[in-house]
């Protein structure tokens, strides 16, 4: 029961169709071993329904929102006063 409520968080958090408009997007680079394992994802998982824009997006959203305060505390830390 808690495997399948893991699998279906999951699908409910990461494959789904983003707000994003990839057009105003910018264009990134990654492995093309990451590709391949996004690609198989969204194609078996999202049913070739989701773009790799989307999920891409949904994964970068769910990543600032849990670690949002370490960031910010590491990012403190290293920013330079401007005086």
Known sequence: MVMKRKKEKYQELFVH????ITRQGKLVYISKDYHNRIL????????NEVSIASYMDN????H??????EITELYDERKESIF
């Open 59 to 62: 994964v970068l959203a769910h």
């Open 17 to 20: 169709k983003a707000s994003v």
């Open 40 to 47: 198989k994802i969204i194609q078996v998982i999202g049913g």
């Open 64 to 69: 600032f929102a849990t670690f949002q305060g």
